[in-house]
């Protein structure tokens, strides 16, 4: 089955202690990308990749870092957390060329205390 | 600033009936627009597209409009069904020249009920 698979789905941490969340999509995809859904803002673009080892900033890249050493993972990682980061995380993927057409996962709800 | 605004956060329409959802847009260089739906607890599953050559795309009971003078795009569907009830986004791109830029901007949602 084709899917972009997120983990952890929940997770509650605090501030300053680093963690990552992984992606991994199985569709041999060229693309892939990270979002934040916040109320009253909809969903913003983190950081975007366009294939193995070119990745590049969205919109609100602030305090995150990714890399993209194989084509199915696209790990993203909070350094230090803070506050501000809590919110729904969505990893997404997409053929080259068809990068709107994005497949994504089922979400990642992260809390920061 | 919001380039890709949904200036509607919700909307309720009774089933069989159309359901019109609309999209602004500030970036003249954006050149393709699609939309998404979300159910709870799932991610956004891709709906329509619609490239800025063509003011008109159907899928089914789903068709969007593009008015590149205005800026707006719009999402019909009709009828309307129970499980159309979600929250949909619209988002744009620009891919100057032949270029691909990656990025893409959504707006903030419209909730959708249809009420059987």
């Known amino acids: 089955e084709a899917q972009v698979t997120q983990n952890p789905r929940y997770l509650i941490t605090v501030t300053g202690k680093k963690l990552t969340v992984t992606c991994s999509q199985n569709m041999n995809h060229e693309y892939m990308s990270w979002y934040r859904q916040d109320p009253g803002l909809g969903l913003r673009q983190i950081y975007y990749?366009?294939?193995?080892?070119?990745?590049d900033k969205g919109d609100v890249p602030e305090g995150y870092k990714v890399s993209r050493k194989e084509k199915r993972n696209f790990p993203l990682i909070l350094e230090s957390p803070s506050p501000n980061q809590t919110s729904l995380y969505f990893c997404a993927s997409s053929r080259a060329g068809l990068y709107g057409e994005l497949f994504f996962g089922e979400g990642s709800r992260l809390t920061v205390l | 600033d919001q380039q890709v605004k949904q200036n509607s956060p919700s909307l309720s329409v009774q089933e069989g009936r159309i359901s019109i959802l609309n999209c602004d847009y500030t970036n003249s260089m954006f050149d393709y627009f699609l939309w998404y739906k979300k159910y709870p607890a799932e991610g956004p599953t891709f709906l329509i597209s619609?490239?800025?050559?063509?003011d008109k795309n159907e899928d089914g009971r789903f068709t969007v409009f593009l008015n590149k003078s205005a800026k707006h795009l719009s999402l019909h569907i009709v009828p309307s069904q129970p499980g159309d009830s979600a929250v949909y986004f619209c988002?744009?791109?620009?891919?100057?020249?032949?270029?691909?830029?990656?990025?893409?901007?959504f707006g903030q949602g419209t909730t959708l009920q249809v009420k059987p």
């Open positions: 990749s366009m294939n193995v080892e070119v990745t």
């Open positions: 988002a744009a791109s620009d891919s100057p020249g032949s270029s691909n830029t990656g990025k893409l901007i």
């Open positions: 619609i490239s800025s050559i063509k």
